[in-house]
């Protein structure tokens, strides 16, 4: 091949690819999505805006839009903010934070439909860690707090089958499986703030830790910030695995559980309304690209005064 | 006094630092919460059915035989059905289904997909970081845009098209929608960019095609970034359960290992929680114990794609 012409043997593939695996799909989705097809019927009937005009009047899509954003801004604030607290204790401790490193990173290697249902035994009402360690603290102050006393007096919840907790319980899982890897993160960004930026804070007057971090670190981690945050976002938007393994069936109970992905996947793939789970895929497609593009935004943005 | 004895003693080797000991405090809770399933999943693996069921034994169990009630079901007599936990948790784990073809099924998929991946991605990366032609910044800003679509959620047009051409259950449609990784490329691409044109002109006076350029001059500068990409993609398709999920349905022989400890899941009753436990431990340890071999890599690897 001549070097004039070797830019097409080197693009051609990739650019096939991408636009068969990737941008196809989104044209084939945004049009199945104002037709009621399902797969093995002949053709399918045209039906406008009927699949959107569902999504959002009808009150299961409103539970999925409820059980994505709880999970969605649970997950997202408290991944980062322990990925940060957790990278700035690890940093200011040296050589012997990277124990607390490997550890704090082990649930992002791990299978997550593994630890998923480790989980579910350890939320077990009956025979898990946490219910049977809480019973343990029974009689003691603990009592004191409201929660507690209940739990002793009657029972403690059943986290994942309790339409209060579900939500909440499958959140903790996301949060303990997700803040390594935002850790991970900022600890490389971290490692980049060249230290005499400190010493020059410290010589004009920045001499508390929390000075230093509002004047220096916080700053300087801007862009690691803004990419962790999207990130995150759209980890989280794409909960999966977790609800399927414990609710196999309709999103936990009373549909408290029923996230975006899970609800594609039973559409599309458990009942075959193809017309419907694609719509909700456009919608979804929406949501992660509109907060990608504010991601570039602002790091468009913040690159011009870091 | 005692404060001044203690600051004489070698302050050097070992000074108490509240500061200090409170951050490792709070990282210890912090390690106890993020190990606490690793130390159940262990302890549940290792343990007899009537042990998990009444919380006892502690970590290890007793380690007594124990009544393997299927066993006796089957006609054989109660002493030859007493076994020993450990070793009915992870025999059972082997013999109740396939693990060990899951596991294969595993290795084959992730290879691929990652030997693809490459091949797709780095002649890409290559041309748009160092060949001039026309219309590179419209395929990179095509790069930039595709970057903003996750896979998995354009699973049901991929599935749609995968059974119209009847490649569902097979090994095909595991790994085709991630043949293309423009994460990859645009990885790849920044870490070229910061390659020396002179490298490359001096190979192309030495009379080296471009193609040999790719894979004799840039791939090994690349070893690091092609490492820290191989964790990703290896890590993430190891562990995905959704895309298997989707296209593999039913046929036993193509499980990869998250499908098959979901499918022990399904049919789990109380006794099975040792064996299931035993399978999560066995889907879970080769990741992980790559990454305590190789962790430095990974971490600079992270430090190496240019998001910082």
Redesign the interface.
């Known amino acids: 091949?001549g070097?004039q012409r070797?830019?097409l043997?080197?693009?051609g593939?990739?650019?096939i690819?991408?636009v068969i695996?990737?941008?196809?799909?989104?044209v084939?989705?945004m049009g199945?999505s104002l037709t009621d097809y399902s797969?093995g019927n002949q053709g399918a009937a045209f039906v406008g805006l009927e699949n959107y005009e569902r999504i959002f009047t009808r009150s299961t899509y409103e539970k999925m839009f409820v059980a994505t954003f709880r999970y969605v801004f649970v997950v997202v604030p408290l991944t980062v903010g322990?990925g940060l607290g957790?990278a700035l204790?690890?940093h200011?401790?040296g050589r012997i934070?990277d124990l607390?490193?490997?550890?704090?990173?082990?649930?992002?290697?791990?299978?997550?439909?593994?630890?998923a249902?480790?989980?579910e035994?350890?939320f077990h009402p009956t025979?898990g860690?946490i219910n049977?360690t809480l019973e343990r603290g029974c009689g003691s102050f603990l009592e004191a707090w409201h929660w507690y006393a209940k739990g002793c007096a009657r029972t403690f919840p059943l986290w994942l089958n309790d339409r209060e907790y579900a939500i909440w319980t499958v959140s903790f899982i996301g949060v303990?499986q997700g803040f390594?890897f935002n850790m991970?993160?900022y600890?490389?960004?971290l490692?980049?703030i060249p230290a005499q930026l400190y010493d020059a804070a410290e010589m004009d007057g920045a001499t508390r830790g929390w000075d230093r971090f509002r004047l220096v670190t916080w700053p300087l981690l801007g862009?690691?910030t803004v990419?962790v945050v999207t990130i995150s976002f759209?980890r989280s938007f794409?909960v999966?695995?977790m609800v399927?393994?414990f609710y196999?069936q309709g999103g936990g109970p009373s549909k408290s559980v029923y996230v975006m992905?899970f609800a594609?996947?039973e559409k599309?793939?458990q009942q075959n309304l193809?017309g419907i789970?694609?719509a909700i895929?456009v919608v979804?497609?929406g949501f992660?690209?509109v907060l990608?593009?504010i991601q570039r935004r602002l790091v468009e943005r913040r690159t011009h005064y870091v | 006094m005692s404060d001044v004895i203690q600051q004489d003693t070698p302050a050097t080797t070992f000074r108490f630092n509240t500061r200090?000991a409170l951050?490792?405090a709070?990282?210890i809770v912090?390690?106890l919460?993020?190990?606490?399933?690793?130390y159940?999943?262990i302890s549940?693996s290792l343990k007899a059915p009537h042990e998990?069921?009444q919380?006892t034994g502690g970590f290890m169990g007793s380690q007594q035989p124990f009544r393997d009630d299927f066993c006796v079901k089957l006609g054989n007599a109660v002493e030859d059905c007493l076994v020993n936990p450990i070793i009915y948790n992870y025999t059972t784990a082997f013999e109740k289904a396939p693990l060990l073809r899951y596991l294969l099924n595993g290795v084959i998929v992730t290879v691929s997909i990652f030997v693809i991946q490459v091949?797709?991605?780095l002649?890409?990366a290559?041309?748009?970081a160092k060949?001039r032609?026309w219309g590179?910044e419209a395929?990179f800003a095509?790069?930039l845009f595709?970057?903003?679509?996750?896979?998995?959620?354009?699973?049901?047009?991929?599935?749609?098209?995968l059974?119209k051409l009847g490649l569902t259950n097979t090994y095909a449609a595991l790994v085709?929608?991630w043949?293309?990784s423009?994460f990859g490329?645009f990885l790849m691409r920044q870490f070229f960019m910061t390659v020396p044109d002179d490298l490359i002109d001096a190979a192309?006076m030495d009379g080296m095609?471009?193609?040999g350029i790719?894979w004799r001059v840039m791939l090994p500068t690349a070893i690091p970034a092609l490492m820290a990409f191989g964790i990703f993609s290896i890590?993430a398709h190891?562990?995905d359960?959704?895309w298997p999920?989707?296209v593999i349905t039913g046929n036993r022989d193509l499980f990869t290992?998250?499908l098959g400890?979901?499918e022990f899941?399904?049919d789990a009753d109380g006794d099975n929680?040792g064996p299931?436990?035993a399978t999560?431990c066995i889907?879970?340890t080769p990741?992980?114990v790559c990454?305590?071999l190789a962790?430095r890599r990974f971490?600079e690897g992270?430090?190496l794609s240019g998001?910082?």
């Not at chain 1, 607390?100 to 630890?115: D, E, G, H, R, S």
């Not at chain 2, 595709?146 to 749609?160: K, S, T």
Request: glycine share 4%.
């Open positions: 091949m070097s070797a830019h043997w080197f693009i593939p990739a650019l690819l991408m695996i990737l941008l196809i799909p989104i084939i989705a199945l797969l322990l957790a204790l690890i200011s401790l934070g607390y490193k490997t550890i704090y990173f082990l649930p992002v290697m791990a299978a997550l439909i593994a630890m249902i480790v989980w035994f350890a025979i860690v049977s303990w390594g991970v993160l600890l490389a960004g490692t980049s862009p690691t990419f759209i794409q999966f695995d399927e393994a196999p992905m594609i996947y599309g793939i193809m789970g694609a895929t979804f497609l992660v690209m990608t593009l | 200090a951050t490792h709070v990282l912090g390690a919460i993020v190990l606490l399933p690793f159940t999943m549940l998990i069921m919380q091949f797709v991605a002649p890409c290559y041309a748009l060949l032609f590179r395929v095509l790069v595709c970057l903003l679509i996750p896979v998995h959620a354009i699973a049901l047009p991929l599935y749609i098209m059974a085709i929608p043949t293309i423009v490329i192309r095609t471009e193609y790719i890590v190891w562990n359960y959704f999920r989707i290992p998250p400890l979901r899941k399904g929680f299931m436990m999560a889907i879970v990741l992980i990454f305590l962790q971490i992270i430090t998001m910082k």
